[in-house]
């Protein structure tokens, strides 16, 4: 018996749990190994082993480490739970779904299952099930935690994109009754009843939206058949050429870096900006860059006077309303005969449309306005396919400009 099991069986369980919390994940995986060959029907060292290689990315051992934990504890209802959670990320939600029902058989008040019910209800499009779920969990919640304003979230993006706009909105309200000052559902609300709408999003809002995402904004881009990359190479490769590594490239709105791969060639050297520091630590692993920044867009580029040939901005437009700023600043950004390229969702209606899925939409004409008012000629505008919302096929415009 090693030094850890000097002490009980219990007390190495707590020391493992420590380690796990404090990422010391080897260590933590030693002892539990350690338990389980003095107790083989240990639940909890089998169920956190399960946890443990679920944080290094390994879903299909974790999910045969939990069912022996359910072996051991069939009763155990946080492992059904955690079960699902595996199941869900590997995309077998019916299953999933039949892992959370076994929990709160288990365990009625265990809120967690009933949000990640509403999580699996809504991915099979259940969503009179998932809210009824979502709306349990809540009642189990007596005080305001993340775990609740995320099922608001989540309810009231169920139902816009449902076509459900007034249910939605009554969901920002009650939101907003628990968070007066949040930001995002200020801006989604507006959104959605066309009251009280923003000339642009929010920084606040922005930093919201994609520190929540960045962790896997790429996987989930590719799952909406995401666009922007390719057709901003397009963009340039119609306009430019073939590339020649000699420009001063922005990358406006850069995210984790997807437009990099298109940019590069055509850099002497290649800057990044975003409103988003886990977006921007995330392209930085890339390793395309020769500087990145954390700041809001239209700030940085007043800042930036004449210091780019060419500017590129993929799906990054959509979070402004009125153009007439922005475009100021690129335009002040550009040197003579610069170029700025970039997609923007495509308004059918209005010339200014905020939606109810939270970005702004424009028409082709109020584009060129805004690119002449800035003192740029349009050299190209193209209407294109962005991406899937809800669903559905998102309408866009490719713009490419010229100072």
């Avoid at 901003?232 to 306009?239: D, F, S, Y």
Wanted: aromatic residues 8%; charged residues 25%; glycine residues 8%.
């Amino acid at each position: 018996m090693t030094e850890t099991f000097e002490a009980t069986i219990e007390q190495a369980m707590e020391r493992g749990l420590a380690l796990q919390r404090e990422g010391e994940l080897d260590a933590a995986d030693e002892i539990y190994q350690q338990i389980l060959e003095h107790e083989p029907g240990h639940a909890d060292a089998w169920h956190f082993r399960g946890l443990l290689a679920l944080s290094r990315g390994k879903k299909e051992e974790a999910l045969g480490l939990i069912g022996k934990a359910i072996e051991a504890a069939p009763e155990y209802a946080d492992a059904h739970n955690n079960r699902g959670n595996v199941l869900f990320l590997l995309e077998r939600y019916r299953e999933a779904l039949e892992a959370w029902r076994r929990a709160v058989e288990i365990r009625p008040d265990l809120a967690e299952a009933h949000f990640n019910l509403g999580r699996g209800f809504a991915a099979i499009d259940d969503v009179d099930q998932a809210l009824a779920a979502f709306r349990r969990g809540l009642e189990l919640y007596p005080e305001k935690k993340p775990e609740q304003l995320d099922a608001y979230r989540r309810m009231a993006s169920l139902l816009y994109s449902a076509d459900r706009v007034e249910e939605a909105a009554h969901v920002y309200r009650e939101w907003l009754a628990l968070e007066p000052d949040n930001d995002y559902a200020k801006h989604m609300l507006a959104s959605c009843t066309q009251q009280d709408v923003p000339e642009r999003a929010s920084d606040s809002f922005v930093r919201r939206v994609f520190n929540g995402f960045a962790k896997d904004f790429d996987e989930q881009l590719q799952r909406l058949q995401y666009q922007a990359p390719k057709l901003v190479a397009e963009g340039l490769k119609r306009v430019l050429g073939p590339p020649a590594g000699t420009l001063e490239v922005l990358d406006a709105g850069c995210g984790t870096g997807l437009c990099g791969p298109g940019l590069k060639p055509y850099a002497r050297r290649l800057v990044g900006v975003d409103l988003s520091s886990e977006m921007v630590k995330r392209a930085e692993g890339r390793g395309l860059y020769d500087e990145l920044a954390v700041e809001e867009l239209t700030a940085f580029l007043t800042g930036h006077r004449e210091g780019y040939d060419l500017i590129a901005s993929g799906d990054t437009v959509c979070y402004f309303g009125e153009l007439g700023p922005l475009m100021a600043a690129a335009a002040g950004a550009l040197r003579a005969g610069g170029h700025l390229v970039f997609t923007v969702e495509r308004s059918t209606g209005d010339p200014i449309h905020l939606n109810p899925h939270g970005r702004y939409s424009h028409t082709d004409v109020y584009v060129r306005e805004a690119l002449a008012g800035a003192g740029m000629t349009t050299v190209m505008i193209a209407a294109v396919f962005l991406r899937m919302e809800a669903k559905k096929p998102v309408a866009g415009l490719l713009v490419v400009a010229r100072r």
